[in-house]
């Protein structure tokens, strides 16, 4: 006659084996699955950056910079006077969207800050110097305590401390002699 009681107990073993071999390979899963993800959203990551460092380096970044700063040089001197709702004034904050898109890219980690640096070193510090008269009369124009271009200045800013810290760039204010290795 069949003993059931060891059949159970065989059975019982082989269940538990299976189980733990089940799990085993639930684990190994779920890494190979975490490793493909981290890979894709590198690939992600990467796509994105090349895409931002393809727009500023297209020619027509290089128009619109310097329309964006020649803008706000003119009418910042004449206290904004027929800049508002101009071609002009459009185009300037277009461009500087760019800039606070990139801002925002960089704050919700889709681009490194270190990549974005090295990408854009100087021309966020001196963009942002000549952008920011544009930002505060935006504010005063609107009525609004809010920076709207916050993402940019703060791009803006962590570069500054970059370069000043690689001493790469002066402080910008006269007091402050240049680093050494800029003489």
């Not at 021309?123 to 609107?142: A, G, N, S």
Request: charged share 25%; no cysteine.
């Amino acid at each position: 006659m069949v003993d059931l009681a060891a059949i159970t107990q065989d059975l019982s073993a082989v269940s538990s084996i299976a189980i733990i071999l089940g799990a085993v390979f639930v684990v190994f899963q779920l890494r190979q699955n975490a490793r493909l993800i981290r890979t894709a959203n590198f690939e992600t990551k990467a796509n994105i950056s090349f895409s931002v460092l393809e727009k500023i380096t297209e020619e027509s970044f290089a128009r619109r910079r310097k329309s964006m700063h020649d803008a706000v040089k003119k009418y910042s001197q004449i206290n904004w006077e027929g800049f508002d709702d101009s071609l002009e004034d459009y185009e300037a904050r277009n461009f500087g969207y760019i800039y606070e898109l990139i801002g925002e890219l960089v704050k919700e980690g889709i681009i490194d800050l270190t990549i974005a640096i090295h990408s854009l070193r100087y021309l966020l510090v001196f963009d942002w110097q000549r952008f920011e008269p544009l930002t505060k009369h935006l504010m005063e124009r609107y009525d609004v305590p809010v920076n709207p271009y916050e993402n940019f200045e703060w791009l803006a800013q962590e570069t500054r401390k970059y370069l000043q810290s690689k001493g790469k760039i002066d402080t910008g204010r006269p007091d402050t002699p240049p680093p050494a290795s800029m003489h």
